[in-house]
């Protein structure tokens, strides 16, 4: 189920683990299905939960819910977390990357790090915990199934390490990624669809139609360090079933900073000689995934996995018409669609990249939360 050389630790019994919860994220039913579904499962499993929520107006734990957002960064980021064997988040995926970038910013964050994280579906996309299911070789499901498999995973206790991708931007931010970075038609329909967040996942299918009426073109440089350039073998194969296991740099040892970009240039400077600057400068679409799944119901990258050291790298020229657009993200439902063999559409695993836009022209995303469109690299 995982590359070869994967440990795997286990939560101990009993167990107390943190929920982090948002009632409001989806379509509004976290706090039911976690009652009706999680809750149960988790008793059986001997573990204790303390749910922490907000945007709520009723206590649903000893802990003071608040509506002021990111409250899950500043409460993971200064909290005592030692009592808690294991953090729990229940909603979508930006409140996960809430919660990992407020870990990273603790004092203690590679002790904090090693605290197992488990992702349990709420929110609309649920590309992590879609991931998960699919890594454990479960069949696609969705909804209430699953959430179910999640929760089992969960309740089984095992639990193994997730590469990170730290991105940083012109202006001078700095994040820790664990789903994907985007610009162009991707972000446009995650950004532009979420006043349909009361559809669920259906505001995904409605915000794709929208935006392939009125499909834009984004000019910008994107550059990449090739994988088989990093390591001096042969090239990736392009069938995206093919396996990948090249090995993970661990970060560097020493003092509790953060360890070093060591790949990549300084934004401003050229990359370096090594790497590979993409001819074309007109896109549709540039897309950097580390997981499988793009949403439960896009299966993006099918070699991806937890801990493969390896950034997939897809990016859409422009010249793609709607028709040939709509098919290739039919086929993503399927995981088939680099089977196609669309000209339009480029594949290749990287271990960094650059993007350098143009003009401040669209949206970009980071674990599906808005960025200033700025030059941005990984």
């Known amino acids: 189920l995982s590359p070869p050389g994967d440990s795997y630790g286990v939560l101990p019994r009993p167990c107390h683990a943190l929920v982090l919860l948002n009632p409001q994220s989806g379509s509004g039913r976290a706090l039911d299905d976690f009652q009706a579904v999680v809750q149960p499962m988790l008793a059986e499993a001997d573990i204790a939960t303390t749910v922490f929520g907000w945007r709520v107006m009723f206590q649903i734990s000893p802990l003071s819910p608040t509506e002021r957002p990111h409250h899950a960064h500043e409460k993971v980021r200064d909290e005592d977390l030692s009592q808690w064997d294991t953090l729990v988040v229940m909603s979508g995926d930006g409140l996960l990357f809430e919660v990992?970038?407020?870990?990273?910013?603790?004092?203690?964050?590679?002790?904090?790090?090693?605290?197992?994280?488990?992702?349990?579906?709420?929110?609309?996309?649920?590309?992590?915990?879609?991931?998960?299911?699919?890594?454990?070789?479960?069949?696609?499901?969705?909804?209430?199934?699953?959430?179910?498999?999640?929760?089992?995973?969960?309740?089984?206790?095992?639990?193994?390490?997730?590469?990170?991708?730290?991105?940083?931007?012109?202006?001078?931010?700095?994040?820790?990624?664990?789903?994907?970075?985007?610009?162009?038609?991707?972000?446009?329909?995650?950004?532009?669809?979420?006043?349909?967040?009361?559809?669920?996942?259906?505001?995904?299918?409605?915000?794709?139609?929208?935006?392939?009426?009125?499909?834009?073109?984004?000019?910008?440089?994107?550059?990449?360090?090739?994988?088989?350039?990093?390591?001096?073998?042969?090239?990736?194969?392009?069938d995206p079933r093919a396996p990948l296991t090249n090995g993970h740099i661990p970060p560097p040892a020493g003092t509790g900073s953060l360890p070093p970009d060591s790949l990549l240039a300084p934004l401003g400077q050229p990359v370096p000689a090594h790497w590979t600057v993409v001819p074309e400068e007109e896109f549709v679409l540039v897309y950097a995934i580390y997981q499988s799944h793009l949403g439960t119901n896009l299966l993006m990258a099918p070699a991806a996995r937890l801990h493969d050291g390896v950034i997939h790298l897809f990016y859409m020229k422009a010249g793609i018409s709607r028709v040939t657009l709509l098919k290739l993200f039919l086929a993503m439902s399927r995981g088939t669609h680099l089977d196609l063999n669309c000209p339009h559409l480029c594949y290749v695993p990287v271990r960094a990249f650059r993007l350098e836009p143009r003009v401040a022209a669209g949206i970009m995303t980071v674990d599906g939360e808005a960025l200033a469109c700025e030059p941005v690299q990984g």
């Open 100 to 238: 990992v970038n407020g870990l990273m910013e603790r004092p203690d964050w590679k002790e904090a790090m090693k605290k197992p994280l488990c992702i349990l579906p709420g929110g609309s996309g649920n590309a992590l915990a879609a991931s998960i299911n699919y890594y454990a070789g479960y069949d696609h499901v969705a909804k209430k199934k699953l959430l179910m498999n999640c929760t089992f995973i969960l309740c089984k206790g095992l639990y193994t390490q997730m590469d990170l991708v730290s991105l940083s931007t012109a202006s001078g931010k700095h994040f820790f990624s664990f789903l994907g970075f985007g610009w162009g038609f991707i972000s446009d329909v995650d950004i532009d669809s979420e006043k349909y967040r009361w559809m669920g996942s259906a505001r995904f299918t409605l915000g794709t139609l929208q935006c392939l009426a009125k499909l834009r073109v984004y000019q910008g440089r994107l550059s990449y360090l090739p994988v088989a350039a990093e390591q001096g073998s042969s090239p990736a194969p392009r």
